[in-house]
């Protein structure tokens, strides 16, 4: 049964970093690309960096770049988001997903199996 789980959500300061993981177990993740993507409350999910499975480099969304940084460790089949200068709208529920090519948009994310289900980021004074 393949599953990812994420982990390393918290509350943090604005100005603040966090390391989120995402660990594959079940299956080959390192045949596949990973997405992360954020959920605020309310709002729809929306995608925020993406790593080939392969050596081409990352994809991020614009509002993380400079940011964030996505790595893997192909041996521990976990994929991590490095979160830095986090700003209270970086909050919410994120969420890594495995597809076979990169995409930012969570829709072309189609199997619900490979899809973790969340961490917490909470980002306040």
């Known amino acids: 049964q393949a599953q990812l789980v994420e982990s390393g959500g918290g509350a943090v300061q604005p100005g603040g970093s966090l390391r989120l993981s995402c660990a594959g177990s079940g299956f080959h993740l390192e045949y596949f690309a990973v997405g992360w993507f954020r959920q605020a409350p309310g709002k729809e999910r929306e995608g925020v960096a993406c790593?080939?499975?392969?050596?081409?480099?990352?994809y991020y969304a614009p509002s993380f770049e400079g940011r964030f940084t996505v790595s893997r460790d192909w041996a521990a089949n976990t994929v991590y988001l490095e979160m830095n200068n986090l700003k209270p709208e970086d909050g919410g529920v994120y969420y890594c997903a495995a597809i076979v090519l990169c995409s930012l948009n969570a829709a072309d994310y189609a199997n619900p199996d490979y899809w973790g289900k969340g961490t917490l980021v909470t980002v306040s004074s």
């Open positions: 790593i080939p499975n392969s050596s081409r480099r990352p």
